[in-house]
Structures are given as C-alpha cells and as structure tokens.
C-alpha cells in the first residue's frame, strides 16, 4: 500500500485532489496541514479504495489529472 502526504486540502468543500497516477493501489493518505497551534488539522490517517477512487471526478491541475475526492468519504485507517 502507498502512502501520500498532502499539504494543504481543497478549502471549498473540504476535499483533496490525489494525482491519478498515485492511484495505482489502495492508498493511505496523511494530511499534513497544521493550524496556528501547530496540531494538524485532520490527525488520522485515511485510506483510499482504489476502486471507489473511480467515481470522483477529474480535474486538471497544472497539466496534472486529479481525482476530487470529499475527506468525509475517506475512510480512517486503523492499523
């Protein structure tokens, strides 16, 4: 399973866009984004299901193609 790290969510519907070419398995997402305490934002860490990935749309980010995905729908991954 890989692992990514995303700095910063996507403000507007809290959201975060995982490139499509990171998708090539399940995939354990931290997001790393720290509020002026210095505590993150979103602790856990969340998994995302190869296949339900396929059903977020797709944005192009600087030529890059980005599954849009809620963090609500993301699972949280328990060891």
Known sequence: MRRIKIRTPIWNGRKVGVAESKITDDLLI???????????????????RKGKSYFYPIQVVKGVPLRIIPISSLEVYKK
């Open 30 to 48: 931290d997001i790393i984004y720290k509020v002026t305490g210095g505590e993150r934002l979103y602790p856990d860490t969340y998994l995302l």
